[in-house]
């Protein structure tokens, strides 16, 4: 299974922050890469696929980027809303395989 | 607007057989550019793809529980199923199922809201 590692596994910042959440695949996994916010007690909910497509509906201060192995989620500046556990998951290989999570704490 | 909802024993004993179903509102199950899956988090694991399926009924799974796993599809109640056999409490999770969308790239969305199922005895 292609292993994803992302960075931190938590985070402090402040409303106003500029945010970078790192991903990083075990191997190439060309531009399958996807994003998703998630709060206590709900679902996942996708913020970009396709590595840097935001999805409709989300904010544009979401961004993604990258390709091949390492892969970025930017959030251009922190609202109240956003902080919530971020997850990557490539969909290169069967399995579809998740990161831990980055967990976005208020500072 | 497309919502998914799990529908199922919160609770079931070692050994026996996890069921959950999934109905599909605000669209149709019969749309061909989508697949229909099944998704769990737990503690100790996260989040793990349990499988997917066509509604034509073809199927694929995460080889670490295809021996356990079958995935199901009634188009005319707009449902697909989850059947997870021979269960031990590393199964207890919520269970998510999903919509999968498959262009070039594929993900997943939208998302049921959850429903938690504890195996315990």
């Known amino acids: 299974d292609i292993q994803m590692t992302q960075s931190p596994s938590s985070l402090s910042a402040s409303v106003g922050d500029r945010v970078t959440i790192t991903c990083r695949a075990s191997?190439?996994?060309?531009?399958?890469l996807n994003w998703y916010q998630q709060k206590p007690g709900k679902a996942p909910k996708l913020l970009i696929y396709?590595?840097?497509s935001l999805q409709s509906g989300v904010p544009s201060r979401f961004s993604g980027s990258g390709s091949g192995t390492d892969f970025t989620l930017t959030i251009s500046s922190l609202q109240p809303e956003d902080f919530a556990t971020y997850y990557c998951?490539?969909?290169?290989?069967?399995?579809?395989?998740f990161g831990q999570g980055t967990k976005l704490e208020i500072k | 607007q497309l919502q998914l909802q799990e529908s199922g024993p919160g609770l079931v004993k070692p050994s026996e057989t996890l069921s959950l179903t999934c109905t599909v509102s605000?669209?149709?199950?019969?749309?061909?550019?989508?697949?229909w899956v099944w998704i769990r988090q737990s503690t100790g694991k996260g989040l793990e793809w349990i499988g997917s399926i066509y509604y034509s009924g073809s199927s694929y799974y995460n080889p670490s529980l295809k021996s356990r796993v079958t995935i199901s599809v009634d188009t005319s109640k707009n449902q697909f199923s989850l059947k997870l056999r021979s269960v031990t409490a590393a199964d207890t999770a919520v269970y998510y199922c999903a919509r999968l969308v498959k262009e070039v790239e594929t993900w997943f969305d939208p998302w049921g809201q959850g429903t938690l199922v504890s195996v315990s005895s």
């Open positions: 191997e190439t996994i060309d531009s399958y």
């Open positions: 998951q490539q969909s290169y290989t069967n399995p579809d395989t």
């Open positions: 396709a590595a840097s």
């Open positions: 605000g669209g149709s199950i019969t749309s061909s550019s989508y697949y």
